[in-house]
Structures are given as structure tokens and as C-alpha cells.
């Protein structure tokens, strides 16, 4: 079962605009979310995290927002860069080892 | 520092033939290890994940085994590969909970073709 969902597959942003990147979760246990960044044939890269007892977390040009009631996270990336251009993956954690991850979003910003 | 590594980066197998993925992990002791996979199109999906030396826990019924011999060791196996077993697959290390944080952190990925 998806337990967490990134349903848009792809997103294309003008170089200087904002990035928003979303994701949904389905199970109440999480409580701590994470954003990944992956290019091509390497492993996803840590971005930013966010802990359940918050709403909020930046860190740079990056921005996470999170809204428990809605379960719901976002990624905001102000301003975008050609060379953020990549694979994004939401993740939820609960416990130790439990972390699910959704299906990505391919974001591309045009210079 | 942390460095985690896997390889081979790239292999096409035919059906039925064996598999042997390894990562190791530098830089850090009893770390918690995971294998993921990454297929076209879908996000990373948990196979296993390790805790200690010998202790390997499993998320999906599937063809392929995981075994830690080692501390910074993390093994990748099947006896007897599938077409379905292709896809990207890729080793994490993590310090758990008790760290504060549940960050992972991933090697570069084996891109594995079964034929």
C-alpha cells in the first residue's frame, strides 16, 4: 500500500520562480518526513527534515511546511536553479526503521 | 567521515542466474543497513533492513536474501534471478532513532538488468 503519495510525476519551473514540490501521507503514526534529492544513476542525496512537533523548517533557499491535520508536506525551493533540477522523493518515517518513500517528482527548471 | 559504497554500479544478468550486490559502510560503527529498490517509475521501496551483524529483517515476500557478516557489511543475494528483479537498487546506513533524527544515507546505487 502507498503510504505516502507524490502525485504529480513531474513538474517544470522557471529559473528564479518558486519550486513547490507536494506530498501526501495516508498513516497518522509518522512523525518525522524527509525530503530526498536524486539525479541520474546516483543515490538520493538528504535535502531537508522535518519533525512532526513542528510546521515548519528551512534551511537556505529550501522550505518545508507541514500540515498534520491535512497530512500533508511541502517543499518549497525559492529561487529556483537550473541545477535543482532532479528527481525528488518525499519520506515518512515511524519507529526506527520503518521509512516509506513515495514515487518521486521529477522537478526541471529552465534557465 | 561516513562513506558508504556499493558495487558493481552496473550488471545485466540472464534468468536464473545468481546475484551478489555488496555494500560497506566507513566511517561509522554498528550502523543500522538498508537495501532498497528503485524500480522504472516508482518510488524506493524497503526489502531490508539490518539492525546488527546477523540480524536481517524483511519487508516483501521476494526472491532475494540480505545477510550482514560484518558490522559495515551488507550483502545482496539471490539464488536465482527473475526478470522482475531488475531495477536500481540501492544500500542506505542510518543511526536510528536514537540519534535524534532518522536521516539515511545512500550509496551511489547498482543498476542491475536481468535478461
Known amino acids: 500500500d502507498q503510504q505516502v503519495k507524490q502525485n504529480s510525476p513531474s513538474l517544470s519551473v522557471q529559473e528564479g520562480r518558486i519550486s513547490i514540490l507536494n506530498c501526501d501521507y495516508t498513516?497518522?503514526?509518522?512523525?518525522?518526513f524527509l525530503w530526498y534529492k536524486k539525479y541520474p544513476a546516483e543515490g538520493p542525496t538528504f535535502l531537508i527534515s522535518?519533525?512532526?512537533?513542528?510546521d515548519k523548517n528551512e534551511d537556505g533557499r529550501f522550505t518545508v511546511f507541514l500540515n498534520k491535520s491535512a497530512k500533508h508536506l511541502s517543499l518549497h525551493i525559492v529561487p529556483s536553479q537550473p541545477g535543482d533540477s532532479a528527481v525528488y522523493f518525499c519520506?515518512?518515517?515511524?519507529?526506527?526503521?520503518?521509512?516509506?518513500f513515495g514515487a518521486g517528482t521529477r522537478l526541471t527548471v529552465k534557465p | 567521515s561516513q562513506t558508504i559504497h556499493q558495487w558493481p554500479a552496473t550488471l545485466v544478468q540472464p534468468v536464473g542466474s545468481p546475484l551478489s550486490l555488496e555494500c560497506t559502510v566507513e566511517?561509522?560503527?554498528?550502523?543500522?543497513l538498508y537495501w532498497y529498490r528503485q524500480a522504472a517509475g516508482r518510488g524506493l521501496q524497503l526489502l531490508f533492513y539490518?539492525?546488527?551483524?546477523?540480524?536481517i529483517s524483511s519487508e516483501v515476500p521476494q526472491n532475494l536474501s540480505a545477510s550482514r557478516p560484518q558490522d559495515r557489511q551488507f550483502i545482496l543475494s539471490s539464488k536465482k534471478l527473475l526478470l522482475s528483479d531488475s531495477g536500481f537498487y540501492l544500500c542506505?546506513?542510518?543511526?536510528?532513532?536514537?540519534?535524534?533524527?532518522?536521516?539515511?544515507?545512500f550509496g551511489p546505487g547498482t543498476r542491475l538488468t536481468v535478461l
Open positions: 519520506a515518512a518515517s515511524v519507529g526506527n526503521n520503518d521509512m516509506r
Open positions: 539490518s539492525v546488527g551483524i546477523g540480524q
Open positions: 498513516n497518522s503514526m509518522f512523525d518525522y
Open positions: 542506505a546506513w542510518g543511526r536510528g532513532r536514537t540519534s535524534g533524527d532518522n536521516e539515511q544515507f
Open positions: 522535518i519533525s512532526s512537533i513542528k
Open positions: 566511517g561509522t560503527s554498528n550502523p543500522n
